[in-house]
C-alpha cells in the first residue's frame, strides 16, 4: 500500500509539473522539458509488461487530456514502455533483483545516463514525428527533437540525483 501511494504521488506530481509549468517552457521556441517520463524509467525493472504499458498510456493520456494534444503522449508513452525492458536490460551490468529501481545510486551514473538516453530519444523521436506529420521541414524536426531531449535528460538527472540524495 506504501509502494502504491509513493506511485501515485509521483504521478500525481509529474503530471502536475508537465501541465501547468513545462509545456509553458519553450526555449528559444524548441526545447520544452518532458519531465513526466521519469515516471516511466522509475518503475520497478520486472515490472509486468501490462502494467507497464497500462501505465505509462494512462500518464500519456492525462497529459493528452490537459494539454489538449490528442492522442500524442500516450502513444509516445506506450511506445517508450514497449522499448523499456530491451533497452534496460542493455545498460545493466548484473542480475536484478524484483525490487529494482533503476537510478543513478543502483546503476551507477553512465549506464544510467544511457538508459535515460535511449528512452528519451524513443519517446521524444516518436511525439516530435506524430506532431509534425511530415519530414518536409527535416531540420526544424531535428532541431526541436534534440533540444527536447537535451533539456529532458538534464530535467531527469537533476530529479534522480535530488531524490537519491534523501
Same mark, same amino acid.
Given at each position: 500500500?506504501?509502494?502504491?501511494?509513493?506511485?501515485?504521488?509521483?504521478?500525481?506530481?509529474?503530471?502536475?509539473?508537465?501541465?501547468?509549468?513545462?509545456?509553458?517552457?519553450?526555449?528559444?521556441?524548441?526545447?520544452?522539458?518532458?519531465?513526466?517520463?521519469?515516471?516511466?524509467?522509475?518503475?520497478?525493472?520486472?515490472?509486468?509488461?501490462?502494467?507497464?504499458?497500462?501505465?505509462?498510456?494512462?500518464?500519456g493520456l492525462c497529459i493528452?487530456?490537459?494539454?489538449?494534444?490528442?492522442?500524442?503522449?500516450?502513444?509516445?508513452?506506450?511506445?517508450?514502455? %514497449?522499448? $523499456?525492458?530491451?533497452? /534496460?536490460?542493455?545498460?545493466? *551490468?548484473? +542480475?536484478?533483483?524484483?525490487?529494482?529501481?533503476?537510478? !543513478?545510486?543502483?546503476?551507477?551514473?553512465?549506464?544510467?545516463?544511457?538508459y535515460v538516453l535511449s528512452?528519451?530519444?524513443?519517446?521524444?523521436?516518436?511525439?516530435?514525428?506524430?506532431?509534425?506529420?511530415? %519530414?518536409? $521541414?527535416?531540420?526544424? /524536426?531535428?532541431?526541436?527533437? *534534440?533540444? +527536447?531531449?537535451?533539456?529532458t535528460i538534464v530535467g531527469? !538527472?537533476?530529479?534522480?540525483?535530488?531524490?537519491?540524495?534523501?
Open positions: 500500500m506504501v509502494l502504491f501511494l509513493h506511485r501515485l504521488g509521483w504521478f500525481v506530481f509529474l503530471v502536475l509539473l508537465q501541465v501547468l509549468v513545462l509545456n509553458h517552457v519553450h526555449i528559444l521556441g524548441y526545447a520544452t522539458p518532458m519531465l513526466y517520463i521519469y515516471y516511466i524509467l522509475i518503475l520497478n525493472a520486472e515490472t509486468p509488461r501490462k502494467s507497464l504499458l497500462l501505465q505509462a498510456f494512462f500518464i493528452d487530456i490537459f494539454s489538449n494534444t490528442p492522442g500524442m503522449n500516450a502513444a509516445a508513452a506506450t511506445m517508450m514502455a %514497449f522499448t $523499456r525492458r530491451p533497452l /534496460l536490460r542493455m545498460q545493466m *551490468l548484473r +542480475d536484478v533483483t524484483d525490487d529494482y529501481v533503476p537510478g !543513478i545510486r543502483s546503476m551507477g551514473f553512465y549506464p544510467f545516463f544511457r528512452e528519451t530519444v524513443v519517446f521524444i523521436v516518436t511525439l516530435q514525428v506524430i506532431d509534425a506529420f511530415t %519530414f518536409f $521541414r527535416m531540420s526544424e /524536426l531535428m532541431l526541436k527533437i *534534440l533540444t +527536447d531531449t537535451l533539456m531527469i !538527472i537533476c530529479i534522480d540525483t535530488i531524490r537519491r540524495k534523501k
